[in-house]
């Protein structure tokens, strides 16, 4: 039985991940933590997600609860992630991340920490979305320079970053199988007289609107054809089961940072 800690168990994510550990018979839900003044504190977190009371009450400090775990799973925000990050380094605990939104010197700060215990990070959980990682890279080796990639990503309104982890890293991924560097040829959104769309440019767009849980939408198109390679998340479910078989890999691993495709076994 494997313990799990769920941080951010009172937003949208967390809740629905802490359910679907509770119903895993692998799992088991030890504990469960959110912000400092949040109104779910104090309250039996089965009860929070709907689940009925599991004995398992909402702290405030992952210190609380963090030696009754095997695992800490985190989709929050890049700061608590990080200060969650060292706590669980400090206990030598394994952990999950789905949290997207860092900058460069978070992003650093977090390769660095996770590599001290066995990590799974990964801007997106889903199963799908991970094959789908693989599908573009391939498609993108096979059509080479002579077809255009513009990348479309619509998610909810309340997603604060953008564009998207996923749809950032379906940019980087093309642009390493193409050879090219992100930074210098990366066109996210335009307006006005930009000019002819140069052969080199990766597009990268975000929509947000009402209650998306997330589409990523991958175009290669030259002057007599297009393939679109679309992903579409029907529920937050997508994203939670792929972080249950995350748990399930990690625990026991060396330490070190994994991806979803070594969950999936999908490197060669």
Known sequence: MIKV?????????????????????ELKVVGAVEA??????GSDAGEVVGVGKIGVKVVDNLEKVIGEGDVVVE????????SHLQQVVAHNKAMVIGTTGY?????????SLASKIPCVQTPNMSVAVNVLFKIVAEAAKALGDDYDVEIIEVHHRFKKDAPSGTADKLAHIVAEALGRNLD??????????????KQTEIGVHAIRAGDIAGDHTVFFSNLGERIEIRHQAHSRDAFGQGAIRAIKFVVGKPKGLYDMADVLGLKK
């Open 5 to 25: 800690i769920v941080a951010g168990a009172g937003g949208k994510m967390g809740g629905r991940l802490l359910a679907l550990a509770h119903a895993d018979p």
């Open 36 to 41: 400092p003044g949040h109104p779910k504190v």
């Open 75 to 82: 989709f929050t925000s890049p700061q608590a992630t990080l």
């Open 103 to 111: 900058n460069a010197e978070e992003n650093a700060k977090l390769k």
């Open 184 to 197: 210098q040829v990366g066109v996210y959104g335009r307006k006005g007289i930009v000019g002819e769309r």
